[in-house]
């Protein structure tokens, strides 16, 4: 099958692995296109996209922007810190409001988790989730995979730890189902307080071992402690960032203790010298500078191919 077999990417969750391989097919022919000195292709003319940002967003708002641009879409841009949902308005009034004015594809970032496919339910333009909540965010787990396809090929086999602040991620939720998919052996690794119940379920393993983890993997995605979603518990998850860092954090002394490379990620923004040290952030071995470059390849595939399916 050559298109997809969605109309919304709300999720990795109802994915198929052909739709990752034609995702993956158009995302290497757009990174060709990414990298030519006129990085522009006509794909999505007189495609008008609206990227709505209820949620605080730096490097994924840009990426998508430059995707949408990359393709000649027309590209509007909200926010909700300026917008009438400060006035009340409900979700559905402020997309049906912006589609009025003749929208084809929404980008929405929602701090509720499950708010795209609410909206997709009701509206029938396509939306993308550019991160729910602490439930999804399908185009990190898909530039994270790409991004380890480019490096290590087939990652059937290939045993990947994603470690640190498990709870709290949609980027960890989005991977573990995307990397399952692609037959990689995908394991979880941080202090009890970080990881959900019940996450054995999703096909992982857990350890509560930095060390011992990093003997059994090839790939490390170290996920950032997201220390704003954790503000309002009165007992902490853990005793002092020094302290998390010194059980999870990854540095070169961790590494020169292992007898074999491995691949470091991060789904950004680091807090350098909580989740990984500098050294090793900017370190030979890790790819969190490409996978900021695959990411705006990824975009501009998920985007033309649901275009295509309108
Ligand atoms: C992630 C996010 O927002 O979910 N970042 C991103 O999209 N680049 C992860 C994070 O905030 O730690």
Redesign the pocket.
């Known amino acids: 099958m050559n298109h997809l077999s969605v109309n919304n990417l709300t999720g990795i969750r109802g994915l198929t692995e052909n739709d990752l391989e034609l995702i993956f097919q158009a995302a290497t022919e757009f990174k060709e296109v990414i990298n030519r000195p006129i990085k522009k292709v006509p794909s999505l003319r007189d495609f008008t996209v609206a990227n709505l940002f209820f949620e605080n967003?730096t490097?994924?708002r840009l990426s998508f922007e430059l995707a949408q641009k990359r393709l000649s879409a027309d590209v509007v841009n909200f926010s909700a810190s300026n917008s009438s949902v400060r006035k009340g308005e409900t979700l559905t009034d402020t997309v049906n409001n912006i589609l009025a004015m003749k929208v084809d594809m929404v980008v929405m970032r929602h701090p509720h988790p499950g708010a795209p496919h609410f909206l997709a339910n009701k509206i029938d333009t396509s939306i993308i989730n550019a991160?729910d909540g602490t439930h999804e965010?399908p185009t990190?787990a898909l530039l994270d995979a790409f991004s380890l396809r480019q490096k290590l090929g087939d990652l059937a086999g290939v045993n990947i730890a994603i470690v640190g602040d498990i709870r709290h991620?949609?980027?960890a939720i989005s991977n573990i189902l995307c990397l399952k998919l692609l037959g990689a052996n995908v394991r979880v690794c941080g202090p009890k307080t970080l990881i959900p119940k019940h996450i054995e379920s999703l096909g992982v393993e857990v350890s509560h071992k930095l060390d011992e983890t990093l003997q059994w993997c090839d790939v490390a995605n170290m996920?950032?402690i997201?220390l704003e979603r954790q503000g309002e518990k009165t007992v902490p998850y853990f005793p002092s960032l020094r302290e998390y860092a010194n059980e999870y954090g990854l540095n070169a002394r961790r590494l020169e203790n292992l007898n074999k490379p491995i691949t470091i990620m991060h789904?950004?923004?680091i807090n350098r010298g909580v989740e990984v040290t500098s050294e090793v952030a900017d370190s030979e071995h890790s790819i969190i500078l490409q996978q900021v470059e695959n990411g705006v390849a990824i975009r501009m595939a998920v985007l033309y191919l649901l275009a295509m399916k309108r």
Do not use: A, M
């Open positions: 967003s490097r994924t991160g965010h990190q991620s949609r980027v996920l950032r997201q789904p950004g923004p």
